[in-house]
C-alpha cells in the first residue's frame, strides 16, 4: 500500500509526540491511536499503518541482542550494558544469550547492526579468503 506525504508526515508527527525524552513512551502511544481511531480523519488508516512502521523500527534500534560461546561474568554484562547504553542511548533493552556455535568470542546485534567478534566468524572470514 503506497502511503501520501500528508499521512507520513501525519504519522511522524504522531511518533513525536508520543516520545518522552527521547524514548518511545507506551501508555502515549495507546493514547494517540485510540485518539485517531476515535477521531477517523481522512487517511487515518495509512497514518496508523505507517506509525506502526515507525514503533517497530524504533523497537528494532532499541532493542540489543548480546550472545556469546561461554556465559558472561557480571563485570562483563555490566561493562557491556554501559557501552550499549553509552553508544544508543538510554531505553535499550538488552538480553544476554549463549550461543555454542559462536566458539568463542561475542557477537552484539542492535537493529540492523551487528558487531561480531566471535571465532565462528572470523573462521568464516578466513575461509572465504581460501
Known sequence: MKISKQAR?????????CQVNGVLDDNQARQAVQRV???????????LSH??????LD??????????ALPLSPALQSSVEANLTRT??????????????LIGGMRVQVGSDVYDG??????AELQEHF
Not at 508526515?9 to 509526540?17: I, N, P, V, Y
Not at 506509525?51 to 517497530?56: D, E, I, M, T, Y
Not at 528494532?60 to 556469546?68: C, K, Q
Open 88 to 101: 544508543y542511548g538510554r531505553g535499550v533493552k538488552i538480553t544476554f544469550a549463549q550461543n555454542p556455535a
Open 51 to 56: 506509525f506502526q512502521r515507525l514503533v517497530k
Open 9 to 17: 508526515r501525519g504519522a511522524k508527527e504522531l511518533f513525536r509526540s
Open 37 to 47: 481511531i476515535a477521531e477517523r480523519t481522512r487517511r487515518y488508516l495509512s497514518i
Open 118 to 123: 566471535s571465532v565462528a566468524a572470523r573462521l
Open 59 to 68: 523497537l528494532d534500534r532499541r532493542t540489543a541482542r548480546v550472545e556469546s
